[in-house]
């Protein structure tokens, strides 16, 4: 069972859009995709999640690629407050795998 | 709006010794899920029930049980505590699965001597 892998780290300008990926390559079809951040010593914190088609919500935009193995999670403007740990998540039945996480810095 | 609550927030044991961490989920959250996060580490899936029977089962080490009770809240227990158990728990609850929203607790903080 491949983990679900994401880049260690990403920086990005203050009111500029971040995209942060995610391979998901051994997605099963039923599993959904969702995105979580973490502030240090806090619980994750929901973003958005999908299946198959973009989304878009206040927070944030996914994309998923056609063939649901990799996904993109875009933050439309980067505030301070963004500054977190970004999971990608495989989100099956009563289960839910957490990726290797994306640590998103940003500058002022 | 009312939060998922664990307890204790933080707790200390010495090695061999036993811990029990307790998850209230949000009201009509019939769906649980508990993940160890050790430092600097994303956190790992241990167990999950819904309607107070386990649905699916993680990396959680034989020493450590958990159940839901019939009032949904859910604890974990550990038992012959390890210094590598040291790590901060967190409980997220659901309404039902089918891939819905999780809300975490802000979890708690086992530090074993």
């Known amino acids: 069972d491949a983990k679900t892998t994401q880049p260690n780290s990403m920086e990005s300008n203050e009111e500029e859009p971040v995209h942060l990926p995610c391979n998901h390559s051994?997605?099963?079809?039923?599993?959904?995709i969702h995105w979580y951040r973490q502030l240090p010593s806090q619980g994750p914190e929901y973003v958005i999640h999908?299946?198959?088609s973009n989304v878009n919500n206040r927070m944030a935009s996914l994309a998923i690629a056609e063939d649901r193995k990799s996904s993109t999670l875009i933050l439309h403007r980067a505030t301070l407050r963004d500054a977190a740990v970004y999971y990608c998540?495989?989100?099956?039945?009563?289960?839910?795998?957490f990726g290797t996480g994306t640590r998103l810095k940003v500058l002022a | 709006a009312a939060g998922v609550i664990q307890s204790p927030r933080h707790l200390i044991k010495e090695k061999r010794e036993t811990a029990t961490l307790k998850c209230y989920p949000i009201p009509r959250h019939d769906t649980v899920y508990w993940y160890q996060q050790g430092p600097g580490q994303d956190p790992q899936f241990l167990i999950s029930?819904?309607?107070?029977?386990?649905?699916d089962k993680g990396s959680i080490p034989d020493r450590f049980s958990a159940q839901q009770f019939s009032d949904y809240h859910s604890e974990l227990n550990m038992s012959s505590l390890e210094l590598g158990d040291s790590a901060l728990y967190f409980c997220a609850s659901s309404p039902d699965s089918g891939a819905n929203v999780l809300t975490f607790g802000a979890g708690s903080r086992l530090t074993v001597l």
């Open positions: 999908g299946l198959t």
């Open positions: 051994t997605i099963s079809g039923t599993d959904y």
């Open positions: 998540i495989r989100a099956g039945t009563y289960k839910y795998i």
């Open positions: 029930f819904y309607e107070k029977m386990q649905s």
